[in-house]
């Protein structure tokens, strides 16, 4: 499928004349290619993960539903009431 898009994209830059939209694309498989081989290495601070004694960070606990308080159930207000109170107040100059 690459090599067909690099033909197609290849000879609409031969017929316009510009020789970047080849490239590119090219460009771009080489790039993601090479950054699939180098590895992902990070440094651990000289911990061996063996030593029982290693100073690790505190396991602590959060409840993601904590701060919900339930609104069921709720007794329903007049609607006369509620829209009233929400409607604009009318002009007295009028």
């Known amino acids: 499928m690459l090599t067909l898009s690099g033909a197609k994209s290849g ?37 061996d993960p063996a030593d029982p004694s290693a100073k690790v960070a505190r396991a602590s606990y959060r409840s993601t539903v904590a701060p919900y308080t339930s609104l069921r159930p709720a007794t329903p207000a007049p609607w006369r009431d509620r829209n009233d109170a929400v409607a604009p107040q009318p002009k007295q100059d009028r």
């Open 11 to 47: 000879a609409a830059s031969a017929v316009r004349g510009r020789l970047f939209l080849f490239g590119w694309p090219l460009l771009a498989v080489i790039a993601f290619a090479l950054a699939g081989c180098m590895p992902a290495t990070t440094q651990v601070a000289d911990a």
